[in-house]
């Protein structure tokens, strides 16, 4: 069974510019979450999506957002790009019908570097 | 709110010792607790997971933790270490509210021959 996949691997942008970020999640699940590693301040969750809403957010400006497609795979768009962007950018999906617990289970990530 | 800490920011220790990881949370409700574990330039993979019943949980590659109420604790350990241990180690976790992971900051594992 194929796990959480991501693109690009890596992406280079400068300030100012958009990024957007891709993730497929595991097959049959159906929410989508999206974290933010940055050097120094561990991993910081940004948005959930399950069944094409989103459902909850983390403490990010509103120029980061997203998306879910109706084939449960997902978009992650960061406008008006600045340098304390760069970080690696995880992907992780469950399969919300076991909702007695959050096993979450991550993709490879996108390293985005802002220059 | 939920919060982790991971006591150590880094562990160094020699091939084949014991090593234990400290985790504390403060939850105000249930929880569920989890480690990862992220190899260089890899996303996260799941060591372990408590959700409930016996308090001491068994991994993959060797690593168990062992969840204290009392203390608000779980610590991984693992009696002996291999180089192709070190990675960053994460605890985290959920009330299961099934939205979101709070995360540790990490604990760097270092292995040394």
């Known amino acids: 069974e194929a796990g959480v996949t991501q693109s690009p691997t890596h992406l280079i942008k400068t300030r100012g510019q958009q990024a957007t970020l891709r993730c497929s999640p595991i097959?049959?699940?159906?929410?989508v979450y999206w974290y933010q590693q940055a050097l120094g301040l561990g991993l910081q969750f940004l948005l959930w999506?399950?069944?094409?809403?989103?459902?909850n957010r983390g403490n990010f400006p509103p120029r980061f957002s997203g998306r879910q497609f109706p084939n449960y795979s997902s978009e992650l768009n960061v406008n008006a790009l600045e340098l304390e962007d760069s970080a690696l950018y995880l992907c992780?999906?469950?399969?919300?019908?076991?909702?007695?617990?959050?096993?979450?289970?991550f993709g490879p990530g996108t390293r985005l570097t802002v220059l | 709110a939920q919060s982790v800490t991971q006591l150590d920011s880094q562990v160094p220790v020699f091939e084949e010792a014991p090593v234990e990881l400290r985790c504390n949370y403060s939850?105000?409700?249930?929880?569920?607790l989890f480690w990862y574990v992220q190899y260089p330039n890899q996303g996260l993979q799941l060591l372990l997971k408590?959700?409930?019943?016996?308090?001491l949980v068994k991994g993959i590659n060797g690593f168990e933790a062992e969840f204290n109420k009392s203390q608000t604790s779980f610590h991984l350990r693992k009696p002996s270490v291999h180089i192709s241990d070190t990675a960053e180690y994460f605890c985290?976790?959920?009330?299961?509210?099934?939205?979101?992971?709070?995360f540790g900051k990490g604990t760097l594992l270092t292995v040394n021959p």
């Open positions: 097959s049959g699940h159906t929410s």
């Open positions: 992780a999906s469950s399969l919300v019908v076991l909702a007695a617990y959050n096993e979450q289970f």
């Open positions: 985290a976790v959920s009330d299961g509210s099934n939205y979101k992971l709070t």
């Open positions: 999506y399950d069944e094409g809403e989103e459902r």
């Open positions: 939850s105000s409700v249930s929880v569920y």
């Open positions: 408590y959700l409930s019943g016996s308090t």
